[in-house]
């Protein structure tokens, strides 16, 4: 293992964290906030696989000078009524014996080790930590052999200290890659900026905006966001409600012990069936869950109907208009908004509003097909069209604004079917404070939502992750197993209607 040179540090970190605004005790943003509500009490889980077994000694030295930079690392949450919100940050000294928890394990006696895993990760799910004790995160290092990894290790952060992109770019800060361990891996957060924002229809100029296509574009934009705005109040009014299914939780009651399960798969191979659509990564991804869970709900009502599992595959069980919906979540910040990670290394982390995300409600379409590809035009369809309105920033402003007036029950998310998230990594290998990666995996736990789904590229592997209420969805694996046998029968249905293009290593998303 080829390890950058160490660096020393005291466990007991008393270095100046680096404060948004350059202010202490500043209180939780309305966002933070909202991830202590009990119906969005999240905590976010990074299972990270390394093809070398961890020096948790090392780990430990180094992340004093990297992820406890960002003040919020090293800062209670307090109670405070006499400040706006009644929660604050206060700076302290973190033990990082008390945040690093490297487990005695004997492997000679764990008969599985990816149950193991998976058990444990599971078990965590049914703890909390206290925000008055200490920083709201802690790094579980496993050092017991997977299927697919050396090695584990489990980070967990609470939701009220960063969304998915700001908590990406702070542990891409910590990583370097694996061909040239002294340089830093390329941001791999996609562009939002107006030039890259697909709602612009190519319209650049001032003449241009006189034109029948901007008006078109202007008049869309608005129509649609009135439309998906509508939705969303109707949605948490319980106006407008997801069937009832195998997959679908009771509305505000807390979720169960979650078990988390992961897949990863070819990139090449999504690569391949996009490019021959001529859609995106994000679109094949969709279609793929779409694929998935149809093939799983058809089999559950086949269950249900007393039909063999052979024949409940054969035959479609499904019940006509199913309405299942999911929660995909959006980053809002522009490309400038985005901190370059050496800039991180160097200064701290800096990326103002630690969650800045909102949400779309998209319907899945759920039915069997004949043609694979369907799901993919139908996904690419209905994805155009979200792409076509504000919704994710209503819903942001929505959410802001229901928790600082102090609103009960308007979380919208937590009353559609599942949650889902689509995360670009980094297209080449790194490693983690010399530890060469294998897979990344993110996932979530407090949702009151009985399935969450993340999907996360890194290098040439996209991964899918299966977060579900164990007592809900008991057969988690069988739903990851008809998510790959669903991209390898897209993957054949373009081969055998040939319709394959030469550039796959475009990375469209």
């Not at 991804?285 to 779409?290: G, H, I, K, P, R």
């Not at 009151?448 to 209420?469: C, M, P, Q």
Request: net charge positive; proline share 6%; glycine share 6%.
């Amino acid at each position: 293992m080829q390890l950058p040179k160490p660096i020393k540090v005291s466990p007991i970190v008393d270095e100046n964290p680096i404060f948004e605004n350059g202010k202490e005790d500043q209180p939780l943003s309305p966002m933070s906030r909202l991830f202590h509500e009990p119906e969005s009490n999240l905590y976010i889980l990074v299972m990270i696989g390394f093809k070398s077994k961890i020096n948790p000694a090392f780990v430990k030295e180094n992340l004093g000078h990297s992820l406890l930079k960002h003040h919020r690392f090293s800062s209670l949450q307090v109670e405070d009524e006499k400040i706006k919100g009644g929660l604050k940050w206060v700076p302290t000294k973190v033990n990082l014996d008390n945040h690093v928890i490297v487990p005695n394990l004997e492997p000679k006696s764990i008969d599985s080790a990816d149950k193991f895993v998976e058990d444990y990760v599971s078990n965590l799910s049914k703890t909390g930590i206290k925000m008055s004790k200490q920083p709201m995160w802690d790094l579980h290092l496993l050092n017991i052999k997977t299927s697919d990894a050396e090695s584990v290790a489990v980070l967990r952060v609470h939701h009220s200290l960063g969304d998915g992109t700001s908590l990406v770019s702070l542990f891409l800060s910590c990583t370097r890659k694996v061909s040239n361990p002294e340089e830093l891996p390329s941001n791999s957060i996609p562009p939002t900026s107006k030039e890259g924002d697909s709602r612009n229809y190519g319209i650049k100029g001032f003449w241009p905006c006189l034109s029948f296509k901007y008006f078109w574009f202007v008049f869309s934009l608005f129509y649609n966001t009135l439309v998906d705005a509508v939705m969303v109040i109707a949605t948490i009014l319980m106006f407008v409600k997801d069937s009832e299914t195998p997959l679908k939780g009771i509305v505000g009651k807390a979720s169960g012990p979650r078990r988390i399960v992961h897949r990863s798969l070819s990139l090449d191979d999504v690569k391949f069936v996009k490019n021959a659509m001529n859609t995106t990564i994000n679109d094949a991804v969709v279609a793929v869950t779409q694929a998935g869970l149809s093939r799983y709900l058809n089999r559950k009502y086949g269950e249900l109907l007393l039909v063999n599992k052979g024949a409940s595959e054969r035959n479609n069980n499904l019940p006509k208009n199913i309405r299942l919906r999911a929660a995909i979540m959006k980053d809002l910040r522009s490309s400038g908004e985005v901190q370059e990670l050496a800039d991180i290394v160097k200064n701290g982390y800096k990326t103002k509003s630690g969650n800045k995300i909102g949400f779309v409600i998209f319907p899945f379409s759920i039915a069997l097909r004949d043609d694979p590809l369907d799901y993919l035009r139908e996904a690419k369809a209905r994805m155009d069209r979200k792409k076509a309105s504000l919704e994710a920033e209503f819903s942001s402003l929505l959410s802001q604004y229901t928790v600082k007036f102090g609103i009960k029950g308007a979380n919208c998310p937590s009353k559609t079917t599942l949650l889902f998230s689509n995360v670009k990594g980094p297209q080449e290998e790194i490693s983690f404070y010399g530890h060469p990666i294998a897979y990344v995996a993110p996932s979530c736990y407090g949702q009151t939502n009985g399935l969450t789904i993340h999907v996360a590229s890194y290098a040439n592997k996209i991964t899918f992750i299966l977060s579900v209420d164990d007592d809900l969805i008991p057969d988690p694996h069988q739903l990851r197993d008809d998510l790959e046998e669903s991209l390898h029968l897209m993957k054949n249905a373009v081969i055998a209607r040939g319709l394959t293009k030469s550039n796959a290593s475009d990375y469209k998303y």
